[in-house]
């Protein structure tokens, strides 16, 4: 079992910048591909940015490409999301999840999934 623990989220002025992190429990944290999904009220979670087991790999939704970058570092068994040039529409709560092997871009198809982090950036 992995457990996934979220932190850094906030409340932001749009246009700026915060850093998320996911902490995840267990020895075997770097043979899983990481993830990002995100949820506003009312909307169905989606994807937002996910990282290959060794880091060689990121992938991006459209909607935060240039602006958010992911990153991990296994020796603390953590996974990052940084936030810049932030925006109104980017409100929402924020999830990290793990799939072991290869990266998954679903919602509905990972293994193991955090709490949440909200995010709120303002106009």
């Known amino acids: 079992q992995?457990?996934?623990?979220?932190?850094?989220?906030?409340?932001?002025?749009?246009?700026?910048?915060?850093?998320?992190?996911?902490?995840?429990?267990?020895?075997?944290?770097?043979?899983?591909?990481?993830?990002?999904f995100r949820q506003a009220p009312l909307k169905e979670r989606e994807f937002v940015a996910a990282i290959n087991w060794s880091g060689g790999?990121?992938?991006?939704?459209?909607?935060?490409k240039g602006r958010f970058t992911i990153s991990r570092d296994n020796?603390?068994?953590?996974?990052y999301l940084q936030m810049n040039s932030l925006k109104p529409e980017d409100t929402a709560v924020y999830y990290c999840a793990a799939n072991k092997g290869v990266i998954s871009t679903s919602s509905l198809y990972n293994d193991y999934w955090g709490q949440g982090t909200q995010v709120t950036v303002s106009s």
């Open 57 to 64: 790999s990121t992938y991006y939704a459209e909607s935060v």
């Open 2 to 36: 992995v457990q996934l623990v979220e932190s850094g989220g906030g409340l932001v002025q749009a246009g700026g910048s915060l850093r998320l992190s996911c902490e995840a429990s267990g020895r075997t944290f770097s043979s899983y591909a990481m993830g990002w």
């Open 75 to 79: 020796a603390k068994n953590t996974v």
